[in-house]
């Protein structure tokens, strides 16, 4: 059977870029936005990486970061999910459109930091195993289709940490993230690769 690394996480423990997030709301709105981030932070967050031999990837990854991963030994294949309570709470906020806007942005910044948390975990197996890391890359960025959420959830038990595939091959809960890691002796992270990126309408993307 495959080794799964389960993990959860309160979301008060991800430390928020206020910076950024006053500048995309407005000064005068952040007393309310302080008061969505404390409805979030109780949130329990859950994730889950496996590692697989190169080999064992039949991933079309498309021409912007398929030679990352090349050179890849193994890959690290992660999902995370801020879950059912997440939405619940977004949800609550739809009768006031600005705050639905502020609340769903927040959440994406808490996922982003879900991300970067797991990411932390996969660096540090690749440390323990003399191994480099590469940026993180997920289906539907990049020029990696979305469709390819199919191969990458085959890797995990069905439904992992509660969360299920639509059709359309986005995930359920919609706070929730996936992605592969390359590694391997001549993997190495790069500063601002999404920089690169030919991808117009990526969210991190218009962070940068």
Same mark, same amino acid.
């Given at each position: 059977?495959?080794?799964?690394?389960?993990?959860?996480? /309160? !979301?008060?423990?991800?430390? !928020?870029?206020?910076?950024?997030?006053?500048?995309?709301?407005?000064?005068?709105?952040?007393?309310? @936005?302080?008061?969505?981030?404390?409805?979030?932070?109780?949130?329990?967050?859950?994730? =889950?990486?496996?590692?697989?031999? @190169?080999?064992?990837?039949?991933?079309?990854?498309?021409?912007?970061?398929?030679? *990352?991963? !090349?050179? =890849?030994?193994?890959? =690290?294949?992660?999902?995370?999910?801020?879950?059912?309570?997440?939405?619940?709470?977004?949800?609550?906020?739809?009768?006031?459109?600005?705050?639905?806007?502020?609340?769903?942005?927040? @959440?994406?910044?808490? =996922?982003?930091?879900?991300?970067?948390?797991?990411?932390?975990?996969?660096?540090? %197996?690749?440390? &323990?195993?003399?191994?480099?890391?590469?940026?993180? %890359?997920?289906?539907?960025?990049?020029?990696?289709? *979305?469709?390819?959420?199919?191969?990458?959830?085959?890797?995990?038990?069905?439904?992992?940490?509660?969360?299920?595939?639509? &059709?359309?091959?986005?995930?359920?809960? *919609?706070?929730?993230?996936?992605?592969?890691?390359? !590694?391997?002796?001549?993997?190495?992270?790069?500063?601002?690769?999404?920089?690169?990126?030919?991808?117009?309408?990526?969210? %991190? /993307?218009?962070?940068?």
């Amino acid at each position: 059977m495959r080794e799964i690394s389960e993990f959860s996480l /309160k !979301l008060s423990s991800i430390k !928020l870029d206020k910076g950024e997030i006053t500048r995309l709301i407005g000064h005068e709105f952040i007393v309310d @936005a302080d008061r969505l981030i404390d409805q979030l932070a109780s949130v329990e967050a859950k994730g =889950a990486f496996t590692i697989i031999h @190169a080999s064992e990837s039949n991933f079309n990854y498309g021409n912007q970061i398929a030679p *990352v991963f !090349l050179k =890849a030994e193994n890959i =690290a294949l992660f999902v995370a999910t801020m879950g059912k309570e997440s939405k619940q709470i977004i949800d609550s906020n739809r009768s006031d459109p600005f705050e639905y806007y502020m609340v769903d942005f927040i @959440a994406s910044q808490f =996922a982003e930091g879900m991300a970067g948390y797991i990411h932390d975990k996969i660096k540090k %197996y690749a440390t &323990e195993a003399s191994y480099g890391f590469s940026n993180r %890359y997920s289906p539907g960025y990049c020029g990696w289709s *979305v469709i390819e959420q199919k191969k990458l959830f085959g890797f995990f038990p069905e439904n992992p940490c509660g969360i299920r595939l639509t &059709e359309s091959c986005l995930m359920d809960p *919609v706070k929730s993230v996936s992605g592969a890691i390359a !590694l391997g002796p001549d993997v190495k992270y790069q500063e601002y690769g999404c920089k690169k990126c030919e991808e117009i309408n990526c969210l %991190y /993307k218009s962070k940068l």
